[in-house]
């Protein structure tokens, strides 16, 4: 637990800090194309621009739009190269496991081709990105937020109580998303599915940083948060799969796979669906909030 001293901007600091680090290391590492290193750098950009976003107020206004919105610019050059490279892995993972008439290994080639070739066609826009002004930029600005904080009165607030106040405010989000996806029709469903995703993550997020102010408490409802994002992810997963797997059927030259591929990819969708409430009653409990 915190000290009484501590205060929120205190703890907002120390995260920013700590994954600016993590973000500035891995320039190297992204363009040797190490093993997890775009999605290392692009898990360090979210939490970052979830950082700014989540306690803006804590800043004066305006402070961090810019730093925000090039976070989101680097998190999406480096999302197609991810994405695609993602998907392969499991679609050919999955392949594997089909029935001896589909021809598995035939079909898992096919994939893998698909998706050693979207990688490369994607990966000269990673290369760019990294070596653009603008990245430096991003850089430079992370430390100037550091070196010269631009925070307002409210950042030295006790920080457990704020910490906690934050973290009901986001369970409160996320909650809203989640109802209004159980509720959305077929046409709506997937689209706040993801809405009701990114609001999980964000909450996580929230709790990760308190953590080292908080401890058990924070831990324990950011992983009640990674759980109800996890089962959104299976479901987000699932529904880009599906699109993939029809969007290319033609063309690969394994309909027939590709189409059995298809249809556990819709069964799974409905799956996470199914779970969906469960996890979200054991992250939506308000004493999870109560850090104090």
Request: glycine share 6%; aromatic share 4%.
């Amino acid at each position: 637990m915190a000290k009484p001293e501590t205060t929120v901007g205190q703890v907002l600091l120390a995260r920013i800090e700590a994954q600016a680090k993590v973000l500035a290391g891995l320039d190297d590492a992204v363009r040797a194309d190490e093993p997890d290193a775009v999605h290392r750098m692009r898990v360090a950009c979210r939490r970052l621009r979830s950082a700014l976003r989540t306690f803006r107020r804590l800043f004066t206004r305006g402070a961090t739009d810019g730093l925000v919105a090039d976070l989101r610019w680097l998190a999406g050059a480096l999302g197609g190269a991810r994405d695609r490279e993602v998907l392969a892995a499991r679609l050919a993972a999955q392949a594997r496991e089909l029935p001896a008439e589909c021809d598995p290994e035939r079909v898992a080639a096919a994939l893998e081709r698909w998706g050693e070739a979207a990688y490369r066609e994607v990966w000269p826009e990673v290369v760019a990105a990294l070596d653009s002004p603008r990245r430096r930029a991003l850089g430079d600005a992370l430390a100037a937020l550091l070196a010269d904080p631009p925070l307002r009165h409210r950042a030295a607030r006790p920080a457990v109580a704020e910490l906690s106040r934050v973290a009901a405010r986001e369970q409160d989000r996320t909650a809203e998303r989640v109802r209004t996806a159980l509720a959305a029709g077929p046409e709506e469903r997937d689209r706040a599915l993801h809405e009701a995703r990114k609001a999980a993550k964000r909450a996580r997020y929230a709790g990760e940083t308190a953590a080292p102010a908080v401890g058990a408490r924070a831990e324990r409802y950011a992983e009640r948060m990674k759980a109800v994002q996890e089962v959104l992810g299976e479901h987000q997963d699932a529904v880009v799969a599906a699109a993939t797997l029809a969007a290319h059927a033609s063309a690969s030259g394994e309909a027939f796979g590709y189409g059995v591929l298809y249809g556990r990819q819709l069964a799974a969708a409905e799956a996470a669906r199914e779970r969906l409430p469960g996890v979200w009653k054991r992250a939506g409990k308000r004493k999870l909030t109560r850090f104090g």
